[in-house]
């Protein structure tokens, strides 16, 4: 069965500060690769969506990813990020040809500091 | 921008109830999905839903768990009997077609007592 790892469940970073958010997947087809938020008392928001071409690929409020299919990883990264980016992250992979169900990771939560 | 809607935002029911969380998904989305999410753990997924019927669901969408369109809007889904260990939060998601990004609801929040 697919699975996804995040290994960070808790970062705390200063503004302007950079961030990486690490998730890897478990499986070998072709997979369809996800980022959601989910700011304080909002609903999951799509950041970004990785299906094919370009791995690195760029989404909302400066947040970009990588997907390195060697590693089955698609970091989340930031240059600089902002109080307001406080939020949970959710990676999720979907399978191209195995249903439509996105399997998610645990989450991380991340507050950015003044 | 339109948007994913469900209610109610917060559904309190005793152990062996039956409830029923509505979802407006977006309108001219196809695809629609329940997922939960117990306190602490990860998003998991329920079940997807298609042209009428059920296209996907998992070992947790059991024969106490039932989805329905009745019309041109709504999506529901029954738990017949609560058990404790159906307090979660509840979200529902639709997608215009399958395999792209899934748009998500603000969550119902299911309290089983």
């Known amino acids: 069965a697919q699975s996804v790892s995040q290994h960070n469940h808790h970062v705390i970073l200063s503004e302007a500060a950079s961030l990486e958010l690490g998730c890897n997947y478990s499986y070998g087809g072709t997979v369809n690769l996800f980022w959601y938020v989910q700011y304080p008392g909002q609903h999951l928001q799509l950041l970004l969506k990785y299906f094919s071409g370009d791995p690195l690929v760029k989404g909302i409020k400066g947040f970009e990813a990588e997907f390195i299919k060697s590693k089955f990883s698609f970091n989340l990264r930031k240059p600089s990020v902002q109080w307001s980016d406080t939020a949970e992250y959710f990676c999720?992979?979907?399978?191209?040809?195995?249903?439509?169900?996105?399997?998610f990771g645990t989450g991380t939560q991340l507050k950015v500091e003044l | 921008e339109p948007e994913v809607t469900q209610t109610p935002s917060h559904q309190v029911t005793q152990m062996g109830q039956e409830v029923i969380l509505r979802c407006v998904p977006i309108?001219?989305?196809?695809?629609f999905y329940w997922y939960r999410q117990i306190l602490g753990q990860k998003v998991e997924f329920l079940v997807s839903?298609?042209?009428?019927?059920?296209?996907?669901k998992s070992e947790i969408f059991d024969d106490q768990f039932s989805v329905e369109r009745p019309d041109g809007s709504n999506f529901t889904l029954k738990i017949r009997s609560t058990k404790l260990e159906d307090s979660a939060m509840y979200f529902c998601a639709s997608s215009v077609r399958e395999w792209i990004e899934q748009f998500f609801g603000p969550g119902t929040r299911l309290t089983v007592l």
């Open positions: 999720a992979v979907s399978l191209t040809g195995g249903g439509n169900k996105l399997t």
């Open positions: 839903f298609y042209n009428n019927e059920i296209s996907e």
């Open positions: 309108s001219n989305h196809l695809y």
